[in-house]
């Protein structure tokens, strides 16, 4: 069970953290990714990473803003997220899927999803 957390309210400008753990499930080689998904919107893919050769890929909605990172000894991966704009105020998830090279922004490539977590960009 994948688990994120890190969402909040931030004003424009700022800064968020987000994360996300599979407790008792090695990432190992899977591939991952976040997406977002805002009301009324498709899911969005914004970043993902390829667990073979390590190969990262952004939208180019958040590319320069958003990093993403992965801690193999915590398990953990996070998506760092600067320069928030109110147009990035959605539902955030992460998800692991098969192991291959390079990562996708297709949902459907993704077998496993976490709950999501909520980050609303407001003044």
């Known amino acids: 069970q994948l688990q994120a957390s890190g969402g909040g309210l931030v004003q424009p400008g700022g800064s968020l953290r987000l994360s996300c753990a599979a407790p008792?499930?090695?990432?190992?080689?899977?591939?991952i990714g976040w997406f977002r998904q805002a009301p009324g919107k498709e899911r969005e893919g914004i970043s993902c990473i390829s667990g073979i050769d390590g190969s990262k890929r952004y939208a180019d909605s958040v590319k320069g803003r958003f990093t993403f990172s992965k801690n193999n000894a915590k398990n953990t991966v996070f998506l760092q997220m600067n320069s928030l704009k109110p147009d990035d105020t959605a539902v955030y998830y992460c998800?692991?899927?098969?192991?291959?090279?390079?990562?996708?922004?297709?949902?459907?490539?993704?077998?496993?999803w976490g709950q999501g977590t909520q980050v609303t960009v407001s003044s």
């Open positions: 008792g499930y090695p990432f190992g080689r899977d591939t």
């Open positions: 998800a692991t899927g098969k192991t291959r090279f390079g990562c996708t922004f297709v949902p459907g490539d993704y077998e496993a």
